[in-house]
């Protein structure tokens, strides 16, 4: 038996909503996005994020691996 259930959500108009900002770390000082001047702002845009792919397996022919 599967049963969902469905919670109606609430429509907010864009006066009843919160603007979210935006933070980030330059030079070891959190600030906000909103801040920053317009070349500051198209770096930031601009920027490219790291992101690190998991191995799928151990390196077996590493010289190490089979120490």
């Given at each position: ?21 935006i933070?980030t ?8 996005v909103?801040a ?14 790291f992101?690190?792919h998991?191995?799928?397996?151990a ?6 691996a089979?120490?």
């Amino acid at each position: 038996m599967n049963i969902t259930k469905t919670i109606d959500q609430p429509e907010l108009k864009d006066e009843e909503r919160t603007r979210c900002e935006i933070w980030t770390r330059v030079m070891g000082y959190h600030r906000p996005v909103s801040a920053f001047n317009a070349g500051k702002r198209s770096e930031h845009a601009d920027r490219a994020y790291f992101c690190e792919h998991p191995r799928a397996a151990a390196d077996c022919t590493h010289p190490l691996a089979a120490a």
